[in-house]
């Protein structure tokens, strides 16, 4: 069965530095969206994308972020500058033109 | 996106049915209901979709009150392995017109705990 990739799984780096989350989600979908879950808390819904261009974003996705379909099959998310509040799990997400989601494992990001 | 009331938590004896109860009192005509669960810190997982009418698959069944005020999901068997937070969801669906990918909010859910 189909599923979405994430890598790494496990993500370490300083405060202040670039990160780049990797997804590859299932062939044939047209919709692709990060996610966040901070420890304990709700999951927190990101950005959207969609024909190549960002669909909807919420307000945690500020200038620090940026998403990309660089080459059909990937889709990046990244922080620029990470914080010690972006210590979270994101996931990735992608969906044909039915109505579920398929979400990948996670990449677990750790900010020291 | 209409708002979505679940029960904190839930027990449930190993092999029975869980019913996992829903209130989504304000949902429009064209709102669905999703449920996914999560696995401890794992990615959330579709489960089942209805609109209107009553849905099974091979995970579960979606049971939807006529006014669609609310729903139960049901896990037929439920076994150690069903323990998780279930999600339930109410979202339009995305719009290929409008390039809406209608996002999903997740609330907190409910914790179901399967006991042996």
């Known amino acids: 069965e189909p599923e979405v990739t994430q890598t790494p799984s496990h993500q370490v780096t300083q405060m202040g530095q670039e990160v780049i989350l990797r997804c590859v989600p299932i062939?044939?979908?047209?919709?692709f969206y990060w996610y966040r879950q901070i420890l304990g808390q709700k999951v927190e819904f990101l950005v959207s994308f969609y024909n190549n261009e960002i669909s909807e974003k919420s307000e945690i996705f500020d200038d620090q972020f940026s998403v990309e379909r660089p080459d059909g099959s990937n889709f990046t998310l990244k922080i620029r500058s990470t914080k010690l509040e972006d210590s979270a799990m994101y996931f990735c997400?992608?969906?044909?033109?039915?109505?579920?989601?398929?979400f990948g494992p996670g990449t677990r990001l750790t900010v020291l | 996106d209409a708002k979505t009331t679940q029960p904190p938590s839930m027990d449930c004896a190993e092999g029975r049915a869980a019913n996992l109860p829903c209130n989504h009192s304000t949902i429009s005509g064209n709102e669905y209901v999703y449920w996914y669960r999560q696995i401890h810190s794992q990615g959330p997982q579709y489960i089942i979709h209805?609109?209107?009418n009553n849905e099974t698959n091979e995970m579960a069944s979606l049971i939807i009150t006529e006014d669609r005020k609310s729903s139960t999901l049901i896990l037929p068997h439920a076994t150690l392995r069903d323990t998780a937070v279930y999600y339930c969801?109410?979202?339009?669906?995305?719009?290929?017109?409008?390039?809406?990918?209608?996002?999903?909010?997740f609330g907190s859910g409910t914790q179901l705990t399967v006991l042996p």
């Open positions: 062939s044939n979908h047209l919709y």
């Open positions: 969801i109410v979202s339009r669906a995305p719009s290929f017109s409008s390039g809406s990918a209608r996002q999903l909010t």
């Open positions: 209805g609109l209107k």
């Open positions: 997400a992608s969906r044909d033109f039915h109505n579920e989601q398929f």
